[in-house]
């Protein structure tokens, strides 16, 4: 059993509350990701994971056992670092052999599990190192070396990967993803980047404010983000948010409407929903990726999809996709396109969204409707 | 044509440059050479001294080449000239000295590394107040503490003896100790420790294995400045021990005083020389690490 648990998990430092109640569970062998942006908590909240902080209110398990006051070394957990945090006057097989040797585990036992762990990560090359003449990515094999050696109950990163180039991040990732599925150990993963949460875990969850806004699996958080906090941080381009007000189109189905150029856009809700009654104001999400260049084939073959026009204001080429940005009467709204069908500079666009992926949002409350 | 012209202004502008060069840089080294024959001067005196004899001083005076050549003042002043009665030379001085210093050296630089571990990785409510407290021992004169100090050792019954300057220079040291570590920590990311103990290591396990091997350059910084510090220091040997117990700066002094008709200054030159001898080998063999030291940081 190495299941986590936290429970109305409160933190404060003197008068400043850092952690309003936090409510969490990881299952044994699952991948939680932690993501939200710097000083939401996230961080601190594994330093109490970890026994690195104290416990304010409320009660972290690691298994069954109530852990809010065990120390550090007597949780069975391991931790990866941002800054690696390898000991510099070590070698490589020091910094590995360090927690085993505090432990008092047997030099042969050790040399064993150095073994084990070096073919693992495929650093056998640079055991007689100093972390000083490694790499960027090879101290992160490293540090990762010294949190697998222990065989923990609980694998905690610090945002691991935040240190190395935009190209090694993305390997790194993949390897990290891989490793755990053939280690199978309980993770928790902090991360201020959202793509790393997307890939990595199975379940997300977002911070904001010292609050846990939405956990949930990723695509559902995607999907169907619980407030708006929620959408604009996770996804980018961010989410366009519409103010808009609840209608009925022609046939009588509901709809939103709001000010485009040149006139009010009404857009079909998709079948089902009944965000309730007409007149009320809401603010309409939609990703980038739901919007596009309108064309009847399109709608014939997807029911869900409104059109709108909107002058194209500016034009971003990135290769794989094109980002235009779209003029809404005051707002800008932000589309990606495919490469061969990009909107140009100046020109009015016909667009199709696909309410199918729309969301509706309370402009008051701000939660998902 | 024109490009001749270009170039010949060029040429006359570049040799002005190099000629401008020249000389501030003639008058930059003339300036530096002038300051090191100042600071040396007194040092060449007193080796030249050391080795001339005395009648040749007399003679010529205390400040001249020299003309004769002897050693039998360095063996003098060792172990045979008579100071106050005693004629053992400053051997026994030159011993008491080394017997305090490197002692309240080694103690006073491993408390301060203590502390400034415990100061700066092991912070606790009111460590920030300590440590400012502790820095005002800093710029505290010794003689403040001179009669608190001498309660004190009468107390301890260490009046007289070499245990008790060191214990003075020990406690007088730690304030300057410990700023030194403590600054040096500081630059240690808070990361290593953290997982140290999620790695199982406890206070002195992290103390041994990752602070104090990142240590040295600090080190060599303390041990330099404690070790000249205590050596050079006068006030306290000469207040609180007397005669063969009394470190060499305190003997130095008695030297001059002792009451023989004839100054012996090629005994003297060599006696003192002597007696800085020490901190001077420290500073020749560290002092390259000692500015190191202190502009580096604990991780490169």
């Given at each position: 059993?190495?299941?986590?648990?936290?429970?109305?998990?409160?933190?404060?430092?003197?008068?400043?509350?850092?952690?309003?109640?936090?409510?969490?569970?990881?299952?044994?062998?699952?991948?939680?990701?932690?993501?939200?942006?710097?000083?939401?908590?996230?961080?601190?909240?594994?330093?109490?994971?970890?026994?690195?902080?104290?416990?304010?209110?409320?009660?972290?398990?690691?298994?069954?056992?109530?852990?809010?006051?065990?120390?550090?070394?007597?949780?069975?957990?391991?931790?990866?670092?941002?800054?690696?945090?390898?000991?510099?006057?070590?070698?490589?097989?020091?910094?590995?052999?360090?927690?085993?040797?505090?432990r008092g585990v047997p030099k042969p036992q050790r040399d064993e599990a150095v073994k084990r762990v070096a073919a693992l990560l495929q650093i056998e090359p640079l055991l007689k190192r100093k972390p000083g003449q490694l790499s960027g990515g090879q101290r992160q094999r490293v540090a990762m070396g010294r949190a697998l050696v222990r065989d923990p109950k609980l694998f905690l990163f610090d945002e691991p990967l935040s240190n190395l180039?935009?190209?090694?991040?993305?390997?790194?990732?993949?390897e990290i993803k891989k490793l755990h599925h053939r280690v199978g150990k309980t993770t928790v993963y902090v991360t201020h980047d959202q793509v790393e949460a997307m890939t990595l875990a199975s379940r997300i969850a977002v911070m904001h404010q010292g609050q846990v806004q939405q956990f949930d699996e990723p695509q559902v958080v995607y999907d169907r983000p619980a407030n708006m906090f929620v959408a604009g941080f996770m996804g980018s381009p961010a989410m366009n948010f519409i103010p808009a007000t609840l209608t009925t189109d022609a046939e009588g189905k509901p709809a939103v409407s709001f000010k485009a150029?040149?006139?009010?856009?009404?857009?079909?809700?998709?079948?089902?929903?009944?965000?309730?009654?007409?007149?009320?104001?809401?603010?309409?999400?939609?990703?980038p990726e739901h919007i596009f260049r309108y064309s009847h084939e399109l709608k014939a073959s997807k029911k869900s999809i409104a059109s709108v026009d909107a002058p194209v204001e500016m034009v971003e080429p990135t290769g794989a996709e094109t980002i235009g940005l779209m003029r809404f009467g005051e707002l800008e709204v932000t589309g990606r396109f495919d490469p061969d069908e990009a909107p140009r500079m100046g020109e009015t666009i016909t667009l199709g969204i696909d309410m199918s992926h729309a969301c509706l949002f309370d402009p008051v409350t701000r939660n998902l409707i | 044509m024109t490009d001749a012209t270009i170039a010949a202004v060029h040429d006359r502008e570049a040799a002005a440059a190099s000629r401008r060069h020249f000389v501030s840089r003639t008058i930059i080294y003339a300036l530096l050479t002038i300051f090191a024959v100042i600071y040396l001067a007194p040092l060449l005196i007193l080796v030249f001294n050391s080795f001339r004899e005395q009648p040749e001083i007399a003679q010529n005076g205390l400040i001249a080449f020299p003309r004769s050549f002897q050693l039998k003042a360095w063996a003098e002043a060792w172990s045979t000239y008579c100071i106050g009665g005693t004629c053992e030379g400053m051997r026994r001085n030159f011993l008491n000295s080394l017997w305090m210093a490197v002692p309240a050296t080694i103690l006073s630089t491993l408390l301060?590394?203590?502390?400034?571990?415990?100061?700066?990785?092991?912070?606790f409510?009111?460590?920030?107040?300590?440590?400012?407290?502790?820095?005002?021992?800093?710029?505290?004169?010794?003689?403040?503490?001179?009669?608190?100090?001498?309660?004190l050792l009468g107390k301890v019954g260490l009046t007289n003896s070499t245990y008790g300057l060191i214990l003075i220079h020990v406690v007088q040291g730690i304030s300057f100790t410990t700023l030194f570590c403590r600054n040096y920590y500081v630059s240690i990311p808070d990361d290593l420790i953290k997982a140290a103990r999620i790695d199982g290591a406890g206070f002195w396990r992290i103390f041994r294995k990752i602070i104090l091997p990142l240590s040295p350059p600090i080190l060599i910084v303390t041990v330099i400045w404690q070790f000249t510090g205590i050596w050079n220091e006068?006030?306290?040997?000469?207040?609180?021990?007397?005669?063969?117990?009394?470190?060499?700066?305190?003997?130095?002094?008695?030297?001059?005083?002792?009451?023989?008709?004839?100054?012996?200054?090629?005994?003297?030159?060599?006696?003192?020389?002597?007696?800085?001898?020490?901190?001077?080998?420290v500073y020749f063999l560290g002092g390259k690490y000692f500015v190191r030291g202190l502009t580096q940081g604990a991780i490169k």
């Open positions: 059993m190495s299941s986590l648990n936290i429970r109305n998990l409160r933190k404060s430092f003197g008068a400043v509350e850092v952690l309003k109640g936090i409510n969490i569970e990881a299952r044994t062998g699952e991948f939680i990701a932690l993501v939200g942006p710097s000083g939401c908590g996230k961080s601190t909240l594994l330093a109490m994971i970890a026994g690195l902080e104290s416990v304010s209110e409320g009660e972290i398990r690691i298994g069954d056992r109530l852990v809010n006051s065990v120390a550090p070394k007597d949780r069975d957990i391991a931790m990866v670092f941002q800054s690696y945090a390898l000991y510099p006057t070590m070698t490589v097989r020091e910094n590995i052999t360090f927690g085993m040797e505090s180039d935009a190209k090694l991040r993305v390997d790194m990732r993949t150029t040149g006139g009010t856009a009404v857009l079909t809700l998709q079948d089902g929903i009944s965000p309730g009654a007409a007149g009320r104001d809401v603010i309409l999400g939609v990703r | 301060g590394a203590m502390n400034g571990y415990v100061l700066s990785k092991w912070r409510k009111g460590s920030e107040v300590l440590f400012t407290l502790m820095l005002l021992g800093v710029f505290m004169p010794g003689q403040i503490a001179l009669m608190p100090w001498a309660f006068y006030l306290f040997g000469v207040v609180f021990t007397s005669g063969r117990e009394q470190p060499i700066t305190a003997a130095l002094v008695a030297l001059t005083a002792s009451g023989t008709n004839v100054r012996a200054y090629d005994v003297m030159s060599a006696a003192v020389l002597i007696g800085a001898l020490p901190p001077l080998l």
